[in-house]
């Protein structure tokens, strides 16, 4: 099993619409989340970290269920700038900070 | 400022053949990774670096070697290239101290083994 699980996607949504990723972690022993985004043949950049409280950053919220090691992004009112490969990265803080990636979700925005 | 800075950006190369490729920071971070981003797939840890002096193996580390003799600098080393490292490299850096501390990429280098 896949330390971070995410659906490979494509979502095609039409601009306006909702759209929620989920992403599942194997390791209870994570200690912080991310969605970073990745445009096609660039870097990932960080979108937002991820808070068992639950954080919202405009149209973008992301929740963390610990005890279902399960974490969720949702996009409101998409934009066709949106379209982008959204990873799901946790950190397991064992002292080297490395981050553990997902093989990302797909979203195209489509007008 | 530049952030992470790798070089070069693309590179092609023949089987057996060797290349290091290069990665700045000028963020003062002591935490310092290489990743490889197959087509389609997250990235892999392949070695990481804490410190000057210091680095250690991550998920994948065969056929790659590292040295961090700065702060600044965290080069990823072939010895003898295989088809199965074409591959995007991505260099990263981070702060030490708190674990939510998000990681800062450079552009990545694409390079392609023939």
């Known amino acids: 099993r896949k330390e971070v699980e995410q659906d490979p996607g494509p979502f095609n949504v039409p601009e306006g619409a909702t759209v929620a990723f989920n992403c599942t972690y194997s390791?209870?022993?994570?200690?912080?989340f991310f969605w970073y985004r990745q445009d096609c043949r660039k870097e990932p950049k960080l979108l937002m970290s991820?808070?068992?409280s639950g954080n919202e950053d405009g149209r973008f919220t992301a929740q963390l269920n610990r005890a279902s090691q399960y974490i969720s992004l949702l996009i409101r009112d998409s934009k066709l700038s949106d379209s982008a490969t959204y990873l799901c990265v946790v950190n397991r803080d064992t002292g080297r900070r490395a981050l553990t990636f997902g093989s990302g979700t797909r979203l195209q925005v489509q007008p | 400022n530049a952030g992470v800075t790798q070089t070069p950006k693309f590179r092609i190369l023949k089987i057996g053949q060797s290349m290091t490729l290069q990665c700045t920071q000028d963020m003062n971070h002591n935490y310092m990774y290489w990743y490889r981003q197959d087509p389609g797939m997250g990235l892999k840890l392949i070695y990481y670096?804490?410190?000057?002096?210091?680095?250690d193996k991550g998920e994948v580390p065969n056929g790659y070697n590292v040295s961090r003799s700065t702060t600044e600098d965290f080069p990823l080393r072939l010895e003898l290239a295989a088809p199965s490292q074409t591959s995007v490299y991505f260099c990263?850096?981070?702060?030490?101290?708190?674990?939510?501390?998000?990681?800062?990429f450079g552009d990545g280098t694409r390079l392609s083994i023939l």
């Open positions: 390791n209870s022993a994570s200690q912080s």
């Open positions: 670096s804490v410190g000057a002096g210091i680095t």
């Open positions: 990263a850096s981070s702060p030490t101290g708190v674990s939510n501390q998000p990681q800062h």
């Open positions: 991820v808070y068992s």
